[in-house]
């Protein structure tokens, strides 16, 4: 029996309310869905439109089994038969008008189970979304476990993703953006628990990275450790073994000091409601007018932070946005590294890493490493420069999106010249913009940037 779901919590009955149908015989439609067959799925289709609306054992409908088989095909053939789409079956298809449309005239699904596991968080994390940012702002939790779900938080239910690619997408987003990695869950599998299951080795170590708790235990009493012995995976054994050898992010910067380097006190922030505070964030991220008006009216928003757990000073200095980062410290907000390196404060820095040479793993909102800072506009090649000095990677990493990709997609041909020089892998796939990944290549060809593709093809990115 496949491990995974040997020890996977037993789902409760739970299609009340949710689009429900007649199951399937074995051997039948859905087995043509699942495997992706969608010359089947569409002459049985044409004969019979109902088959449309089967669901299987669990009660989850074929559409729900395509998307997650990944059939994105097979999906669509089932929709153009007039099927009226629920509200996790949109946010598994990526349809946000449909899903806010939705969301908005059924507010209480967010927090129901579906037959999928879970909240639509849930299953938009089981198809390695990019979107999951949406669900969080109308109102998904990211660490509810619904009851008659899986027992899960949206976290552990990444894992379960068919994909490798897809589980990674999903953890490192929702645990880079408020959801507690160590949250309970059923069995008491954990996060790394189900790592281990996967025998992933990527997913071990982002799992550590992001401070999973490697003595926990789960409902047999046996540490993420113990499982990897138990299934005959010596090579996760021996990492959870010599864990603390292995990186974790840092973000100790994030509330410390201010410009003046003065110790950060984090004003009562009590009746300004977290809508208001994404509004802020929101438009920190661009609208240095419309983040005037925020803090005239009250200087408190200067420390809005979003569902997304994104500070408002680090939306702009993501994107590297320097008249808005400006107009925030110049009301107090904490001067983080990150926003030290998108500000193209060399000072800053060599402050920080003097202070705390670990902090070089540091991350920013959404699980940014300091190397893509170094892309934006008043990023430079001398912090970058530093940085490798201080033993960053040319290559760090988020869902495999390296500040290469960041460079092409600028584009900053200057920053492709630095990094293929420093050893920047030309060929590294990336999951922020298509959760089938993109390399450096494909962004630059897409975008028809017929220079930075020459200068790829020159370093050997052949894909």
Same mark, same amino acid.
Request: proline share 4%; net charge negative; hydrophobic share 45%.
């Given at each position: 029996?496949?491990?995974?779901?040997?020890?996977?919590?037993?789902?409760?009955?739970?299609?009340?309310?949710?689009?429900?149908?007649?199951?399937?015989?074995?051997?039948?439609?859905?087995?043509?869905?699942?495997?992706?067959?969608?010359?089947?799925?569409?002459?049985?289709?044409?004969?019979?439109?109902?088959?449309?609306?089967?669901?299987?054992?669990?009660?989850?409908?074929?559409?729900?089994?395509?998307?997650?088989?990944?059939?994105?095909?097979?999906?669509?053939?089932?929709?153009?038969?007039?099927?009226?789409?629920?509200?996790?079956?949109?946010?598994?298809?990526?349809?946000?008008?449909?899903?806010?449309?939705?969301?908005?005239?059924?507010?209480?699904?967010?927090?129901?189970?579906?037959?999928?596991?879970?909240?639509?968080?849930?299953?938009?994390?089981?198809?390695?979304?990019?979107?999951?940012?949406?669900?969080?702002?109308?109102?998904?939790?990211?660490?509810?476990?619904?009851?008659?779900?899986?027992?899960?938080?949206?976290?552990?239910?990444?894992?379960?993703?068919?994909?490798?690619?897809?589980?990674?997408?999903?953890?490192?987003?929702?645990?880079?953006?408020?959801?507690?990695?160590?949250?309970?869950?059923?069995?008491?599998?954990?996060?790394?628990?189900?790592?281990?299951?996967?025998?992933?080795?990527?997913?071990?170590?982002?799992?550590?990275?992001?401070?999973?708790?490697?003595?926990?235990?789960?409902? =047999?009493?046996?540490?993420?450790?113990?499982?990897?012995?138990?299934?005959?995976?010596?090579?996760?054994?021996?990492?959870?073994?010599?864990? =603390?050898?292995?990186?974790?992010?840092?973000?100790?910067?994030?509330?410390?000091?201010?410009?003046?380097?003065?110790?950060?006190?984090?004003?009562?922030?009590?009746?300004?409601?977290? =809508?208001?505070?994404?509004?802020?964030?929101?438009?920190?991220?661009?609208?240095?007018?419309?983040?005037?008006?925020?803090?005239?009216?009250?200087?408190?928003?200067?420390?809005?932070?979003?569902?997304?757990?994104?500070?408002?000073?680090?939306?702009?200095?993501?994107?590297?946005?320097?008249?808005?980062?400006?107009?925030?410290?110049?009301?107090?907000?904490?001067?983080?590294?990150?926003?030290?390196?998108?500000?193209?404060?060399?000072?800053?820095?060599?402050?920080?890493?003097?202070?705390?040479?670990?902090?070089?793993?540091?991350?920013?909102?959404?699980?940014?490493?300091?190397?893509?800072?170094?892309?934006?506009?008043?990023?430079?090649?001398?912090?970058?420069?530093?940085?490798?000095?201080?033993?960053?990677?040319?290559?760090?990493?988020?869902?495999?999106?390296?500040?290469?990709?960041?460079?092409? =997609?600028?584009?900053?041909?200057?920053?492709?010249?630095?990094?293929?020089?420093?050893?920047?892998?030309?060929?590294?796939?990336?999951?922020?913009?298509?959760?089938?990944?993109?390399?450096?290549?494909?962004?630059?060809?897409?975008?028809?940037?017929?220079?930075?593709?020459?200068?790829?093809?020159?370093?050997?990115?052949?894909?």
């Amino acid at each position: 029996m496949n491990p995974l779901m040997a020890l996977r919590p037993p789902l409760a009955s739970n299609s009340a309310g949710w689009r429900g149908g007649a199951a399937a015989p074995a051997g039948s439609f859905l087995d043509a869905v699942r495997a992706g067959d969608l010359e089947r799925v569409q002459t049985e289709l044409a004969y019979d439109p109902a088959l449309a609306r089967l669901t299987d054992e669990r009660g989850r409908s074929a559409f729900v089994l395509a998307q997650l088989a990944g059939h994105r095909a097979v999906a669509s053939a089932l929709a153009q038969t007039g099927l009226e789409l629920d509200l996790v079956e949109v946010a598994m298809a990526e349809d946000w008008n449909r899903f806010d449309a939705l969301s908005a005239a059924t507010p209480e699904r967010l927090a129901e189970a579906h037959p999928v596991g879970g909240t639509p968080l849930h299953a938009a994390a089981l198809v390695g979304s990019t979107g999951l940012w949406r669900l969080r702002s109308a109102g998904c939790e990211s660490d509810a476990r619904p009851q008659g779900g899986n027992g899960y938080t949206a976290a552990r239910t990444a894992l379960e993703a068919l994909r490798e690619s897809w589980a990674v997408i999903g953890l490192t987003d929702l645990c880079s953006n408020g959801a507690n990695i160590n949250a309970s869950q059923a069995a008491g599998s954990s996060v790394l628990h189900g790592a281990v299951l996967r025998k992933s080795e990527a997913l071990l170590r982002l799992a550590i990275r992001k401070g999973s708790e490697v003595s926990a235990r789960n409902a =047999k009493g046996q540490t993420a450790e113990d499982l990897a012995r138990e299934l005959g995976w010596a090579a996760g054994a021996e990492l959870l073994k010599n864990h =603390k050898s292995l990186p974790r992010d840092n973000r100790s910067s994030r509330f410390a000091v201010d410009a003046n380097l003065d110790p950060i006190v984090r004003p009562d922030m009590q009746g300004l409601a977290r =809508k208001l505070q994404s509004e802020v964030t929101s438009a920190s991220h661009f609208n240095l007018a419309k983040v005037k008006e925020f803090v005239a009216s009250d200087e408190r928003l200067v420390f809005s932070i979003s569902t997304d757990d994104e500070l408002a000073i680090e939306a702009c200095a993501h994107i590297g946005s320097t008249d808005v980062m400006q107009l925030h410290l110049d009301h107090g907000a904490p001067y983080s590294l990150p926003t030290a390196v998108s500000m193209g404060d060399a000072s800053m820095v060599k402050y920080w890493l003097d202070r705390d040479g670990s902090l070089v793993r540091e991350r920013g909102a959404h699980d940014y490493p300091l190397m893509w800072y170094t892309v934006n506009r008043n990023g430079s090649l001398e912090i970058a420069e530093l940085l490798l000095e201080r033993g960053a990677d040319v290559d760090q990493e988020s869902m495999g999106t390296t500040a290469l990709h960041w460079s092409v =997609k600028r584009p900053r041909p200057d920053r492709v010249a630095w990094f293929l020089e420093h050893g920047a892998d030309p060929e590294a796939v990336a999951f922020n913009w298509d959760r089938d990944g993109t390399t450096p290549l494909q962004l630059a060809e897409a975008a028809g940037s017929a220079d930075i593709v020459r200068q790829l093809k020159a370093a050997g990115a052949r894909r």
